[in-house]
């Protein structure tokens, strides 16, 4: 039985605490709601996964296919299976919802402290590592220095062990670029390859991406979700009857006490024909056809209008949901703006970013309910990647395409209005706040960085560097506010932008206040 040293709730472990990544664990509340395979579904290749993992070996596994194929779903049910069973050691779940580079740089810290907490025997030993290098948790520290000394080292004490256990990296393509996750793959490969450590089997899941199976070592075990796949498309025909049933089963007022029976064979073969063997194909077309306020059978009628002619066809279900909207490419400008966010926002703050189109946000928000997340509480965010790759993608989008400078101009004016928008006392407030600046503040220069300049975006800078500037110099402590000018400073100085007299006027003034600010550091850091 493991003990936890009594002096490993020292600071240093507080230190791990406040560094790890909790939405990467994969029963997090920030992965709400949970994607699992519904019951009495993929059971074969479970039992399949499951067999590879109570081999007395450390084979590793690769679980491959197209977005959409329920990559996530298996990884997380197996991952409760695993933890259950107290064989799991650690999980890190990607995803485009907390891609952020400083969320991903604590890959190594957060598996070390799901270590810690699976044996907590070598709690002590990741502790002595903390404080014997001060930077050994910063973003900027090697990912082979921190695996060798939170992760290898403190694993060697367990070698001795007989059991079996598991890590789940899931979606390495949701990583920050296609280098990092290869070098991701390799360098736990190599890690945990070592015959002093106790046995623990390694399962990846990815999209297929050439860059990912070059790295993935010789001997990993590869499975490949197809959605060819026979037993795939029966767990989906299975997933969409039970939906449909419960569909019907709940809303008596459409469907009478008992119900009746419903939809029609046709129709029910032609849908499964049509979600192929895509299991997010199959939960959005539920998503669309029982939202509230619309009659489930004239929802399913919309979704059978247009004939399919190849299974699987996600394109097609996104170019329907939108084409229901009333507005569809002022909503699917807004579902850009979105997608393009550096990070996903509560609904609140959604509301005070795009405030000039707060009807046209709600509206998008009801119209695309079946492919956003939105409970009112936490952050509005798109159901699956795969939207995002439709949106970006004008081949598969068409006529809803919104690139991305133009996304990006939207969300810089944005910031910019609502920057613009507080007068002098608000903007004070907001300065002296103890808490952290709100998203505009924090981000109008990334996105200003990579938006198409528009005459509407010149004029907003325009007005800021006129009017709120003065403000920030005066008011603000220098750090990071700088920082934000100084890359709007570069943004606006370069040929791209420069067009007349009135753009260099505009880099002039952000020239002169950050060398404000930049006095204004050095001043604070003599006293």
Not at 157 to 173: S, W
Not at 292 to 300: C, F, K, S, V, W
Not at 399 to 417: K, M, R
Not at 488 to 508: F, Y
Request: with cysteine; glycine share 4%.
């Amino acid at each position: 039985m493991d003990f936890a040293h009594p002096l490993s709730s020292s600071g240093s472990w507080n230190r791990l605490c406040n560094v790890v990544e909790y939405s990467g664990i994969f029963d997090s509340e920030y992965r709400q709601p949970h994607s699992r395979c519904m019951e009495n579904t993929r059971v074969a290749l479970r039992k399949r996964i499951i067999k590879v993992l109570d081999q007395r070996d450390r084979t590793n596994i690769w679980l491959n296919g197209l977005a959409g194929v329920g990559k996530t779903s298996i990884a997380f049910t197996i991952a409760e299976e695993m933890k259950a069973a107290k064989r799991l050691a650690a999980t890190f779940f990607f995803s485009h919802k907390h891609a952020h580079k400083d969320k991903v740089a604590a890959i190594i810290p957060t598996i070390a402290y799901q270590l810690a907490l699976a044996f907590p025997r070598i709690r002590e030993d990741i502790v002595k590592a903390i404080e014997n290098d001060d930077n050994l948790l910063s973003p900027g520290k090697s990912h082979a220095d921190q695996i060798r000394e939170l992760v290898i080292k403190p694993l060697q004490t367990l070698k001795f062990r007989q059991e079996l256990y598991v890590i789940i990296i899931d979606a390495l393509d949701e990583y920050s670029s296609s280098e990092e996750a290869a070098r991701l793959v390799t360098l736990l490969t190599d890690a945990f390859a070592g015959p002093d450590l106790p046995f623990i089997h390694i399962i990846f899941t990815s999209r297929t991406e050439a860059h990912i199976r070059a790295d993935m070592p010789s001997g990993v075990h590869e499975i490949f979700l197809t959605t060819r796949d026979e037993d795939t498309i029966q767990d989906v025909r299975f997933f969409l009857r039970a939906s449909l049933d419960n569909i019907r089963t709940i809303r008596h007022a459409v469907f009478g006490h008992p119900p009746f029976p419903w939809p029609s064979k046709d129709e029910f073969e032609t849908l499964v024909f049509k979600a192929g063997g895509l299991f997010v194909y199959a939960a959005m077309a539920m998503n669309f056809i029982s939202t509230t306020g619309h009659h489930p059978q004239e929802r399913l009628e919309l979704l059978l209008r247009e004939r399919p002619t190849v299974g699987a066809d996600i394109d097609q279900l996104y170019r329907q949901i939108i084409a229901t909207s009333e507005d569809p490419l002022a909503h699917c400008r807004m579902l850009a703006s979105i997608i393009h966010l550096a990070r996903p926002l509560p609904l609140v703050e959604l509301q005070e970013l795009f405030y000039a189109d707060r009807r046209s946000l709600a509206m998008m928000l009801e119209a695309f309910s079946p492919v956003i997340l939105n409970d009112g509480v936490g952050n509005v965010e798109i159901y699956h990647a795969s939207l995002r790759d439709f949106m970006d993608n004008p081949r598969r989008s068409k006529q809803y395409h919104i690139n991305g400078p133009h996304a990006h101009e939207h969300l810089a004016c944005c910031c910019l209005d609502f920057i613009t928008r507080q007068d002098a006392n608000q903007t004070r407030a907001i300065l002296v706040s103890p808490l952290s600046y709100p998203y505009p503040y924090q981000m109008w220069h990334v996105h200003l960085y990579l938006a198409y300049p528009s005459r509407k975006l010149r004029n907003l800078l325009a007005l800021f560097t006129k009017k709120t500037l003065r403000y920030w110099v005066q008011t603000s402590d220098p750090k990071y506010l700088a920082h934000t000018v100084q890359g709007a400073r570069k943004t606006c100085l370069s040929l791209n932008w420069i067009r007349g007299p009135s753009d260099i006027v505009v880099a002039w003034r952000l020239h002169k206040s950050y060398k404000k600010f930049a006095k204004l550091a050095m001043a604070r850091n003599r006293h």
